[in-house]
């Protein structure tokens, strides 16, 4: 069977040859229905761009490259799941790495992806700063999913602050005033440091003080989220319900707590934070902040196509959900 061109490529999508030309060698704007119809062409005839240089740019190979810190955690599950759906729809393939939290980890595989020929990158929750993300990509196309915000490669991201105020807040309207924050990873993104600013902030609106050793650090994991509980047990400080800053941690809080016999919520209120699809099935129910994990993902595949033809426009992410359910109740006076 003759291999399509570049012609029957044009023909297909409805543009013209130098069309194809600029989307495969990705030089110049195309807009987005181009790009699409010329895609769904790709995708039909099973096209395939040789890989050789063409005014100092290669060809397309159709692979985008994505890197996640873990595979075992809801969380980036969710997102990769929205990117997978997307891609099915697409003439692209995906290639998923893991950097298992470690940056070298993180530099190596973003170097054998360039080796793959990849033609963009989605670093998810990157360890990397902007400028070691630059020095080892050059010029391809990139997105930040999740990341520090503060920099000029184009990233997706909730508000974190604003999601740490509706959690903490959901808590201070329920008359809690003792409230304790199981804090994720600081030193590894702003998304941890925006929800303890959020916390604080809404602490602050309410004309309640921030007190430090009610601020624990659980990791964003279950096991150090526990054992910060246990501890506050220990030490006899008073509380009366806790933010956890994502669902696993909560899961923690929540076994500290059941381990002293410690009723959730009849004497202590959890809010977590992602709405994993475990939360709705634990016991208790987990109230929880929602994120558009698959939307983001869905939105994230889509965007960084975009980035490559050069009509990326800033992307709308929906909003986080409190969602309520039965971890959380009015504080006992």
Avoid: W
Avoid at 59 to 77: E, L, Q
Avoid at 190 to 210: F, M, V
């Amino acid at each position: 069977m003759k291999k399509p061109t570049v012609y029957d490529i044009a023909r297909h999508a409805g543009v013209s040859v130098s069309t194809v030309s600029r989307f495969n060698n990705q030089t110049g704007y195309i807009t987005r229905e181009k790009v699409q119809a010329i895609e769904q062409a790709i995708s039909a005839l099973g096209f395939n761009a040789k890989t050789t240089k063409h005014h100092g740019n290669k060809a397309r190979s159709m692979k985008i490259g994505v890197i996640v810190p873990t595979f075992d955690n809801s969380y980036f599950a969710s997102i990769l799941n929205g990117m997978s759906h997307c891609a099915q729809g697409s003439a692209y393939s995906l290639r998923i790495e893991s950097s298992r939290f470690s940056k070298i980890r993180e530099q190596k595989i973003i170097k054998q992806m360039l080796d793959l020929d990849v033609d963009a990158l989605v670093l998810v929750v990157s360890l990397l700063n902007e400028d070691e993300i630059k020095r080892l990509v050059g010029h391809l196309p990139i997105l930040i999913v999740a990341g520090s915000d503060k920099g000029s490669l184009p990233i997706l991201k909730i508000d974190n602050v604003i999601a740490g105020k509706i959690a903490t807040n959901h808590l201070i309207q329920l008359g809690h005033t003792k409230i304790v924050h199981a804090y994720g990873r600081l030193n590894e993104g702003p998304d941890a440091k925006d929800r303890l600013e959020g916390y604080k902030q809404s602490l602050l609106e309410a004309g309640l003080q921030i007190d430090p050793r009610l601020i624990v650090d659980g990791g964003y994991y279950t096991e150090p989220s526990c054992n910060a509980v246990i501890q506050l047990i220990k030490d006899d400080i008073p509380f009366s319900a806790v933010f956890a800053a994502n669902d696993l941690s909560a899961y923690g809080v929540i076994q500290a707590l059941k381990e002293h016999n410690i009723n959730v919520p009849q004497q202590i209120s959890v809010i977590g934070f992602d709405d994993l699809y475990t939360s709705a099935i634990f016991t208790p129910a987990l109230t929880t902040i929602r994120q558009p994990l698959y939307d983001i993902g869905t939105i994230a595949l889509d965007h960084i196509c975009d980035i490559m033809s050069n009509n990326a426009d800033t992307p709308f992410i929906p909003p986080v959900e409190l969602i309520i359910r039965g971890s959380t109740s009015k504080a006992v006076n």
